[in-house]
């Protein structure tokens, strides 16, 4: 067995058992940790089947984002309930192992049947990537999400703007409990704001530039720039404000607007609906729906409708 | 060899998170084992999907980063629907026995 092959091992023994680990850890907080442990070991199983972009979406979106969010919601029950039983109960299912058994079978048989199909001469992938030497993008993820299907693209950003939306509206009034975060006088915490929240802004803007060509993106972007937010609003830098005003509005809706504009502006020139005119028309949607993704991340992270600065 | 371990160790963790959503009464948990199971169909649709030698096909690559960035908004609606249960209710499980006892 030679190293690569040692490798993949590892980490398909390490996916098994911290998933075990996440689903059967009785400490709610434990199990998140182990949750974004396992977002990373699945970046690094990304990154060994060659997929680089999805490694980073991964541990910035799968990992990151997703762990901070669920951290925060367990806070907001800590803060409402301060009693809160740190173990939860298991329910009990007689159910429960027959049908995961079988759900794991399930899964397996279609997967390993699947791969004993060959590929298709004519599968989308290859046609893309065919399509793509006539254009000037070297990354063909970018170039699938936004040249050959970017229909989805575009309603994937819908779809971030309706969770946004669902989440303001499902939210209730707060618990007189859970008051604003307080600010830490801690000396170092500026000092530290001072190098994240530009470092955040650096990467975001070297990861959507880079993605034209290599491993990157909007997305990564986007959720690398909502670091940033998360790190102001953690340290109450930016705090939950009570209305949206036009610059928040704007940028959450600004990678739709643009998509949708450029897309559907193309037809006034002859051209089909979502035939993007060139590279320029990629940047510019791409920025858009960085400030957009980064945002909306942000907004719902810190379960308000806007972020205000912290008052003088 | 790659592709046979992935699809297998991929499919385990399928059965695990079935098993974790299962057995989780706390919401937050069953989120949890929906995100460990979203997670192992992206590995098992990437191997799958092949691929040449310049990586794994791009379609597939870019409908998996569709799904994991949906995956995310997903959960964070449904987290702000557990904060919400939890301000109205108290409790953070939707459980049969819960409705009896309120």
């Known amino acids: 067995?030679?190293?690569?092959?040692?490798?993949?091992?590892?980490?398909?023994?390490?996916?098994?058992?911290?998933?075990?680990?996440?689903?059967?850890?009785?400490?709610?907080?434990?199990?998140?940790?182990?949750?974004?442990?396992?977002?990373?070991?699945?970046?690094?199983?990304?990154?060994?089947?060659?997929?680089?972009?999805?490694?980073?979406?991964?541990?910035?979106?799968?990992?990151?984002?997703?762990?901070?969010?669920?951290?925060?919601?367990?806070?907001?029950?800590?803060?409402?309930?301060?009693?809160?039983?740190?173990?939860?109960?298991?329910?009990r299912s007689r159910v429960a192992v027959p049908v995961a058994l079988l759900a794991a079978a399930l899964v397996a048989?279609?997967?390993?049947?699947?791969?004993?199909?060959?590929?298709?001469a004519n599968g989308a992938g290859l046609i893309a990537l065919d399509e793509l030497t006539d254009t000037s993008l070297g990354n063909p993820v970018t170039g699938v999400l936004l040249l050959f299907r970017n229909l989805d693209t575009l309603l994937e950003m819908a779809v971030l703007l309706?969770?946004?939306?669902?989440?303001?509206?499902?939210?209730?009034?707060?618990?007189?409990?859970?008051?604003?975060v307080v600010e830490t006088s801690a000396p170092l915490v500026g000092a530290l704001l001072a190098i994240l929240v530009p470092l955040s802004i650096?990467?975001?803007?070297?990861?959507?530039?880079?993605g034209t060509n290599?491993?990157?993106?909007?997305?990564?972007?986007?959720?690398?720039?909502?670091?940033?937010?998360?790190?102001?609003?953690?340290?109450?830098?930016?705090?939950?404000?009570?209305?949206?005003?036009?610059?928040?509005?704007?940028?959450?809706?600004?990678?739709?607007?643009?998509?949708?504009?450029?897309?559907v502006g193309i037809m006034a020139f002859g051209e089909k609906l979502l035939v993007l005119p060139g590279t320029w028309a990629i940047y510019v949607i791409e920025t858009a729906m960085m400030v957009s993704i980064g945002l909306t991340l942000a907004l719902l992270f810190a379960g308000a409708p806007a972020l205000v600065g912290r008052p003088k | 060899m790659t592709e046979i371990l992935f699809v297998l160790a991929a499919s385990v963790v399928f059965g695990i998170g079935v098993w974790g959503l299962l057995i989780a009464e706390h919401l937050l948990r069953k989120l949890l084992a929906l995100n460990v199971m979203s997670s192992s169909v992206f590995i098992i649709m990437l191997v799958v999907a092949g691929g040449g030698p310049d990586g794994p096909d791009p379609v597939a690559?870019?409908?998996?980063?569709?799904?994991?960035?949906?995956?995310?908004?997903?959960?964070?609606?449904?987290?702000?629907?557990?904060?919400?249960?939890?301000?109205?209710?108290?409790?953070?499980?939707?459980?049969?026995?819960?409705?009896?006892?309120?």
């Open chain 1, 202 to 210: 650096l990467i975001a803007t070297h990861l959507l530039l880079a």
């Open chain 1, 214 to 263: 290599e491993p990157g993106g909007a997305f990564q972007a986007g959720a690398v720039l909502a670091a940033g937010g998360v790190a102001l609003v953690l340290t109450a830098r930016l705090q939950p404000g009570e209305r949206p005003g036009v610059v928040t509005q704007l940028a959450v809706t600004a990678g739709l607007l643009a998509f949708v504009g450029i897309g």
């Open chain 1, 1 to 91: 067995m030679d190293t690569a092959h040692l490798v993949d091992l590892l980490l398909a023994v390490g996916m098994v058992v911290l998933a075990l680990q996440v689903v059967s850890e009785r400490a709610v907080l434990r199990s998140i940790i182990l949750f974004v442990v396992f977002g990373l070991v699945m970046a690094l199983a990304w990154t060994r089947l060659q997929a680089p972009d999805l490694a980073l979406a991964e541990a910035a979106i799968g990992a990151g984002v997703t762990g901070a969010l669920m951290m925060m919601a367990w806070r907001r029950l800590l803060i409402i309930n301060p009693d809160q039983p740190a173990d939860t109960p298991r329910g």
């Open chain 2, 61 to 102: 690559q870019a409908l998996i980063l569709t799904g994991i960035v949906i995956a995310v908004a997903a959960t964070a609606f449904a987290l702000a629907l557990m904060v919400s249960i939890y301000r109205k209710t108290g409790r953070a499980s939707i459980t049969e026995k819960g409705d009896d006892d309120r």
């Open chain 1, 109 to 120: 048989t279609i997967g390993l049947s699947a791969l004993n199909i060959d590929p298709h």
């Open chain 1, 162 to 180: 309706i969770a946004l939306l669902g989440a303001r509206a499902v939210s209730t009034p707060a618990h007189p409990n859970e008051a604003a």
